[in-house]
């Protein structure tokens, strides 16, 4: 099998030059490059650095090596198009067949998984003609990938960055290690939350645990490879935004509770991969709790945080929403595991072994998922990205005959 061929499409705006990054992470993990700009976007990043970059010529129109066919050829070859940054003109022509371009007729050509990662001013991409070609898109099954909030050219900052390019990198890997499969979670609205929730006892020290939130950041990558809205309740993660994420931050467990029952009021699925504290201290200190000569510490007193899985679970904001959990055991694994997913009331838990050195901010988990209707699968021992895949195999099925 040969190298798989990208096509990296770059449409006329400023976060073309992060595209050069993309690029590089492309053909640095072995894939064949083609880059195909627009004429616009040659003003941010010239023909030479694409070239030099990828070892492939870039092409602007369709009048250039005409007796190769390119605006054919380049579509009908390529495994993935990936159009980084898509501006709101090339999101409108793309949405309505226009070919003006070679960027254009490859979009037309392709029979392969499309990308578009949007970058634009917020007013554009918030403009009903922007949100309706985006729509027109995503049902034709596109990938639109959400932009990132955050600066934009100039002062202004809100909803259009172009996510960061190795982000994007991530999206792509995602689609072509599905191959031609449909993204089955598209127009699917999936809530997950990652990390793990601290509890303050004063200014300074907090109860807290190890999470380190990869393997919610796993599923919110790969729902989003899938086609999936993911909103991402994050519970104090070090970790890099996913491209395509409606991103909440929150600190405690009855902030994630708040933020995870907002976001499910439409959601298709919530799974619960936060390590959610179910203890908080009673008081907190609002000064610096300080040591006393010749004083024992006072004891810390805890109260019940609440359980919001087993609530998620008791009280389903949309029929058929399917709510996913995890658990985290050192013995007894399945014994507790099965009883867990009775008592939490949901569809699916996914069980894995922990220790000392076991899945706390490893880049490995093995795990089973137990199923409410007596289901079992086993997960081998493999990246957090493999045991997500694997729980959107199960979640997929249940949503399929549903309405998005
Ligand atoms: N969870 C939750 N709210 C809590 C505690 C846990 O939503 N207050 C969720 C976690 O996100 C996870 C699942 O419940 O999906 C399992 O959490 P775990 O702490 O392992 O289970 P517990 O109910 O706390 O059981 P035990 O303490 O007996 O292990």
Same mark, same amino acid.
């Given at each position: 099998?040969?190298?798989?061929?990208?096509?990296?499409?770059?449409?006329?705006?400023?976060?073309?030059?992060?595209?050069?990054? $993309?690029?590089?992470?492309?053909?640095?993990?072995?894939?064949?490059?083609?880059?195909?700009?627009?004429?616009?976007?040659?003003?941010?990043?010239?023909? #030479?650095?694409?070239?030099?970059?990828?070892?492939?010529?870039?092409?602007?129109?369709?009048?250039?090596?005409?007796?190769?066919?390119?605006?054919?050829?380049?579509?009908?070859?390529?495994?993935?198009?990936?159009?980084?940054?898509?501006?709101?003109?090339?999101?409108?022509?793309?949405?309505?067949?226009?070919?003006?371009?070679?960027?254009?007729?490859?979009?037309?050509?392709?029979?392969?998984?499309?990308?578009?990662?949007?970058?634009?001013?917020?007013?554009?991409?918030?403009?009903?003609?922007?949100?309706?070609?985006? #729509?027109? $898109?995503?049902?034709?099954?596109?990938?639109?990938?959400?932009? *990132?909030?955050?600066? $934009?050219?100039?002062?202004?900052?809100?909803?259009?960055?172009?996510?960061?390019?190795?982000?994007?990198?991530?999206?792509?890997?995602?689609?072509?290690?599905?191959?031609?499969? #449909?993204?089955?979670?598209?127009?699917?609205?999936?809530?997950?939350?990652?990390?793990?929730?601290?509890?303050?006892?004063?200014?300074?020290?907090?109860?807290?645990?190890?999470?380190?939130?990869?393997?919610?950041?796993?599923? #919110?990558?790969?729902? %989003?490879?899938?086609?999936?809205?993911?909103?991402?309740?994050?519970?104090?993660?070090?970790?890099?935004?996913?491209?395509?994420?409606?991103?909440?931050?929150?600190?405690?467990?009855?902030?994630?509770?708040?933020?995870?029952?907002?976001?499910?009021?439409?959601?298709?699925?919530?799974?619960?991969?936060?390590?959610?504290?179910?203890?908080?201290?009673?008081?907190?200190?609002?000064?610096?709790?300080?040591?006393?000569?010749?004083?024992?510490?006072?004891?810390?007193?805890?109260?019940?945080?609440?359980?919001?899985?087993?609530?998620?679970? *008791?009280?389903?904001?949309?029929?058929?929403?399917?709510?996913?959990?995890? *658990? *985290?055991?050192?013995?007894?694994?399945?014994?507790?595991?099965?009883?867990? $997913?009775?008592?939490?009331?949901?569809?699916?838990?996914?069980?894995?072994?922990?220790?000392?050195?076991?899945?706390?901010?490893?880049?490995?988990?093995?795990?089973?998922?137990?199923?409410?209707?007596?289901?079992?699968?086993?997960?081998?021992?493999?990246?957090?990205?493999?045991?997500?895949?694997? %729980?959107?195999?199960?979640?997929?099925?249940?949503?399929?005959?549903?309405?998005?």
């Amino acid at each position: 099998m040969g190298k798989p061929k990208v096509v990296l499409g770059v449409s006329g705006g400023i976060a073309a030059y992060k595209a050069c990054e $993309l690029l590089r992470r492309l053909t640095e993990s072995g894939h064949e490059v083609r880059v195909v700009p627009t004429a616009a976007s040659l003003n941010f990043v010239g023909e #030479a650095t694409w070239a030099a970059l990828s070892g492939n010529p870039a092409s602007t129109g369709v009048w250039e090596s005409v007796h190769e066919v390119p605006h054919v050829r380049i579509g009908q070859s390529a495994d993935l198009v990936v159009v980084a940054p898509a501006t709101a003109d090339m999101l409108a022509k793309a949405a309505h067949g226009l070919a003006d371009d070679l960027l254009t007729n490859t979009l037309l050509t392709a029979r392969c998984p499309v990308v578009f990662a949007p970058a634009m001013h917020t007013e554009m991409w918030e403009h009903p003609a922007t949100r309706e070609n985006v #729509a027109t $898109l995503r049902r034709r099954g596109a990938l639109v990938i959400e932009p *990132a909030v955050g600066r $934009l050219t100039g002062k202004d900052t809100g909803k259009g960055r172009l996510p960061d390019p190795e982000e994007i990198f991530e999206v792509c890997r995602g689609v072509l290690a599905r191959g031609a499969a #449909a993204p089955d979670l598209a127009g699917r609205h999936v809530v997950i939350s990652a990390g793990g929730t601290r509890e303050p006892l004063d200014p300074v020290r907090y109860l807290g645990n190890r999470s380190s939130g990869k393997q919610g950041y796993a599923l #919110a990558r790969t729902a %989003v490879a899938r086609g999936a809205r993911v909103t991402l309740v994050a519970a104090n993660t070090a970790l890099a935004d996913p491209a395509g994420v409606d991103l909440v931050r929150v600190g405690t467990a009855v902030q994630l509770r708040e933020a995870v029952l907002e976001a499910a009021k439409d959601a298709d699925v919530v799974v619960m991969a936060a390590a959610v504290a179910d203890f908080r201290p009673a008081a907190y200190a609002s000064g610096k709790i300080k040591k006393k000569d010749g004083q024992e510490p006072a004891p810390v007193a805890l109260v019940r945080n609440p359980d919001v899985l087993a609530e998620v679970s *008791a009280q389903r904001a949309r029929e058929g929403q399917v709510v996913v959990g995890f *658990a *985290a055991e050192t013995d007894e694994v399945l014994a507790n595991g099965r009883a867990k $997913l009775r008592r939490k009331g949901c569809d699916l838990l996914v069980v894995n072994e922990v220790g000392e050195s076991k899945t706390f901010g490893a880049e490995e988990n093995e795990a089973v998922i137990l199923s409410s209707d007596g289901a079992e699968v086993q997960i081998p021992y493999g990246p957090k990205e493999a045991l997500a895949q694997a %729980v959107w195999d199960q979640v997929a099925p249940r949503l399929a005959g549903r309405r998005a």
